[in-house]
Antibody, heavy 121, light 110 residues
Framework: QVQLVQSGAEVKEPGASVKVSCKAS????????ISWVRQAPGQGLEWMGW????????NYAQKLQGRVTMTTDTSTSTAYMELRSLRSDDTAVYYC??????????????WGQGTLVTVSS | QSVLTQPPSASGTPGQRVTISCSGSSSNIGSNYVYWYQQLPGTAPKLLIY???QRPSGVPDRFSGSKSGTSASLAISGLRPEDESDYYCAAWDDSLSGWVFGGGTKLTVL
């Protein structure tokens, strides 16, 4: 069965960087892309971007361009999301979500358990 | 401010039918599929409806989705206490070249 296991909670100071991992199992890693979605406390879902696990192509949300980098390590079937220049409003639970594709149309079908990132001095 | 608009709350009694609306624009709902996610308290979102009205295996047929123009809706019939959850709609936005979500609807089963 498809499993996405994310790294543990992080506490960072403003201005620092954080790198969250998402280890995939139960399928061929390079077949599907992975999105990252975050959720601030008590708020809704915000899509951050997507990476192809096949060739590393990325598509970042305009709001986060220049501060976010998504990568993959195919040798360990792991996706990473790094966010730099952290601010207090980056405090959120960060989710990875694997594509699920139907007739060539892909969407967020499987989700990791989430990683809480707290930005505080 | 979310790109897709949902009511912040909805409620119903066990056995009732409730609907949750999701309003967008021509660049998202009007030209792409709508997806619905259920997020139980303290857990990750779970895919509930894909491609406007399709249910993944394991999702009860009490849940149904529909779309018309730039709006969509999720209907839950035969409401159960375990349906109490947050529900989010999502769609691809051609103008933003990214996924957009509704602000979420908190469903209370009275």
């Amino acid at each position: 069965q498809v499993q996405l296991v994310q790294s543990g909670a992080e506490v960072k100071e403003p201005g620092a960087s954080v790198k969250v991992s998402c280890k995939a199992s139960g399928y061929t890693f390079t077949t599907y892309g992975i999105s990252w979605v975050r959720q601030a406390p008590g708020q809704g879902l915000e899509w951050m971007g997507w990476i192809s696990a096949y060739n590393g192509n990325t598509n970042y949300a305009q709001k986060l361009q220049g501060r976010v980098t998504m990568t993959t390590d195919t040798s360990t079937s792991t996706a990473y999301m790094e966010l730099r220049s952290l601010r207090s409003d980056d405090t959120a639970v960060y989710y990875c979500a694997r594509d699920l594709c139907t007739d060539g149309v892909c969407y967020m079908g499987y989700w990791g358990q989430g990683t809480l990132v707290t930005v505080s001095s | 401010q979310s790109v897709l608009t949902q009511p912040p709350s909805a409620s119903g009694t066990p056995g009732q039918r409730v609907t949750i609306s999701c309003s967008g624009s021509s660049s998202n709902i009007g030209s792409n599929y709508v997806y619905w996610y259920q997020q139980l308290p303290g857990t990750a979102p779970k895919l509930l409806i894909y491609r406007n009205n399709q249910r993944p295996s394991g999702v009860p047929d009490r849940f149904s989705g529909s779309k018309s123009g730039t709006s969509a809706s999720l209907a839950i019939s035969g409401l159960r206490p375990e349906d109490e959850s947050d529900y989010y709609c999502a769609a691809w936005d051609d103008s933003l070249s990214g996924w957009v979500f509704g602000g979420g609807t908190k469903l209370t089963v009275l």
